[in-house]
């Protein structure tokens, strides 16, 4: 009898739905799930594994929370796509633009993907530009001018995206306004739009520094072009505002998708009205899609911000448990002598091994020594620890971590380390 690897490996291309899946990047061997509860991702041996993928951002309150996975049988009798509009669509994009005000008009989609390929299709139909400036490590997907230089993808070697849709992109370098004027030299008013993470989660866990965003904004508004913010992790990841309410800079469009379905496929994207005008019917720009807003996922994105709205206190909870986290790791560089940073934020944490103050943009995260976290990586698998197999990606926590988790966790790290 064939193991579940062999298996996949003989029907699924690569083995799996998504490169990262398969371990490549870290040179491990794929981790095969069988099931999930809570904080903990269980093989099939029955080996219970405390999960820090949390599936790449969306489970905010960690794996089959009661709140989001009882009474789906009668929410399942309504029906699960429609294709209609209705009216808890409707008032599912009035409590977005509520928390987000940005986003005076809005679209429901099923993934991030679809978000940001959609908000760069407005962008550039509003200004009839085709160029866009993105950056380095960022990641938004896997549409053609998405994948140039993203994060996430990294490594995948871009086959497939056609020199066309290269010699439209303008990559420049993370809180490096100096990188984006040099990028734009010659083209200052030539492009359609700048797209961001306005946090960065894809590249391990880096911030916007304090001026990047709104450099952006000021050279968008310079040249005629939007500011797209992806905030596919960041919105409720770090809050009902995600990151565009802690700054001051509002952006022309924005996309959003993960945690907002609590692991149901629903993402949107959406922004200023003069903006989303262009689409049709309005205008002559189309997106559509079958399952775009279906009443079964919209209810699961009720759910979300009913349960975040009950439970102010679960940010500082996360929050209190990261930190811990963090620090425990912090400790353990000390006690070895190993010059690693651990950056958290709020429900993120991450660190690799890299000497120095932590990483500002992806040529730096990229000079941390990847062997050492393959080797870290399958030594806290041996443990009993689940981290996404990646540089790229972070330790997400959520509402289902627990203080005598991280307590292994760092037992684990100690040991690994
Ligand atoms: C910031 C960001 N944007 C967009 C995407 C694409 O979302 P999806 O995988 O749902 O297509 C991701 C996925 O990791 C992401 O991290």
């Given at each position: 009898m064939q193991g579940s690897i062999e298996r996949a490996l003989e029907v699924l291309a690569g083995g799996c739905d998504s490169p990262v899946r398969s371990g490549w990047s870290a040179g491990m061997p794929m981790f095969v799930q069988a099931s999930a509860a809570g904080a903990y991702a269980y093989d099939e041996s029955g080996r219970r594994y405390i999960d820090y993928i949390m599936a790449y951002g969306p489970l905010l309150f960690g794996h089959t929370n009661p709140e989001l996975v009882t009474g789906l049988d009668a929410l399942a009798k309504g029906g699960f796509v429609w294709g209609t509009t209705h009216a808890e669509e409707i008032r599912l994009a009035e409590r977005i633009r509520a928390y987000l005000p940005s986003m005076q008009r809005m679209r429901f989609v099923t993934t991030g993907t679809e978000a940001m390929m959609s908000a760069v299709r407005v962008a550039r139909a509003f200004t009839g530009r085709s160029r866009i400036v993105k950056f380095a490590g960022n990641y938004h997907g896997h549409f053609d001018l998405a994948l140039i230089d993203a994060g996430a993808s990294a490594g995948s070697g871009g086959g497939g995206i056609p020199q066309s849709a290269r010699a439209d992109v303008l990559v420049a370098r993370y809180n490096d306004l100096a990188s984006v004027d040099e990028v734009l030299a010659g083209d200052e008013t030539g492009f359609a739009a700048i797209m961001v993470e306005p946090i960065g989660a894809n590249m391990g866990f880096v911030p916007a520094a304090d001026g990047f965003l709104e450099g952006l904004l000021q050279r968008a508004r310079r040249a005629g072009a939007l500011l797209i913010f992806d905030e596919v992790i960041t919105w409720l990841r770090f809050?009902?505002?995600?990151?565009?309410?802690?700054?001051?800079v509002v952006p022309d469009l924005t996309a959003l998708g993960k945690i907002m379905g609590g692991g149901l496929p629903i993402a949107a994207f959406g922004g200023r009205r003069d903006v989303m005008a262009v689409l049709a019917p309005d205008g002559e720009t189309f997106t559509g899609g079958t399952h775009g807003g279906n009443p079964f996922c919209v209810a699961m994105a009720h759910r979300v911000l009913d349960l975040l709205e009950a439970h102010p206190e679960y940010y500082s909870q996360m929050d209190r448990l990261a930190r811990r986290l963090a620090g425990g790791l912090r400790e353990i560089f000390t006690q070895r002598g190993l010059p690693y940073t651990a950056v958290q934020q709020e429900s993120v944490v991450d660190f690799k091994f890299r000497a120095g103050p932590a990483a500002q943009n992806y040529d730096e995260a990229c000079s941390a020594d990847r062997a050492a976290f393959a080797r870290y990586c399958a030594a806290m698998l041996e443990r009993g620890v689940l981290l996404a197999p990646s540089q790229n990606e972070v330790m997400f926590l959520s509402t289902a971590h627990t203080a005598q988790d991280v307590n292994e966790t760092l037992a684990a790290a100690q040991e690994s380390l």
């Open positions: 809050g009902l505002r995600g990151a565009q309410g802690r700054t001051s």
